[in-house]
């Protein structure tokens, strides 16, 4: 069983590489994994983690648990919006939700702050 402090440094990593997936679906229009799948926040590493079973009932009431899980909710939601555009080819569009004031970096940024304050309180 990995501790929360291992799993929220993998994960900030992790989505930290959806950047560059997305960046690089833009640039062509294709992607190695499907809308549908990304649009799921119990897919990857860091979702199977918090909805599966290593965590205790007390930690998934905590507020830290919360954020994080609500979070990353709309930060999935927010990569799958990207991805549409990308597949779609419309660039433009993709390229500005993927600024620094766009909704997937904004999400990102919130998320990543959440992992990294939740990480604080629970070393």
């Not at 205790?56 to 905590?62: H, L, P, V």
């Not at 549409?84 to 940024?109: I, P, R, W, Y």
Request: net charge positive; proline share 1%.
């Amino acid at each position: 069983m990995t501790t929360t402090h291992q799993q929220i440094v993998k994960a900030i990593g992790g989505h930290g590489m959806w950047k560059a997936r997305l960046q690089k679906a833009i640039n062509e229009s294709v992607s190695d994994v499907s809308v549908t799948v990304v649009r799921q926040d119990n897919q990857c590493d860091f979702g199977k983690w918090l909805y599966g079973h290593d965590l205790s009932a007390d930690t998934k009431r905590s507020p830290h648990y919360e954020n994080c899980r609500r979070l990353h909710r709309e930060f999935h939601l927010a990569a799958a919006k990207v991805l549409t555009l990308a597949l779609a080819n419309k660039k433009v569009e993709a390229t500005q939700a993927m600024a620094h004031d766009g909704e997937f970096a904004t999400c990102s940024a919130s998320l990543t702050k959440a992992m990294m304050d939740w990480d604080k309180a629970a070393t």
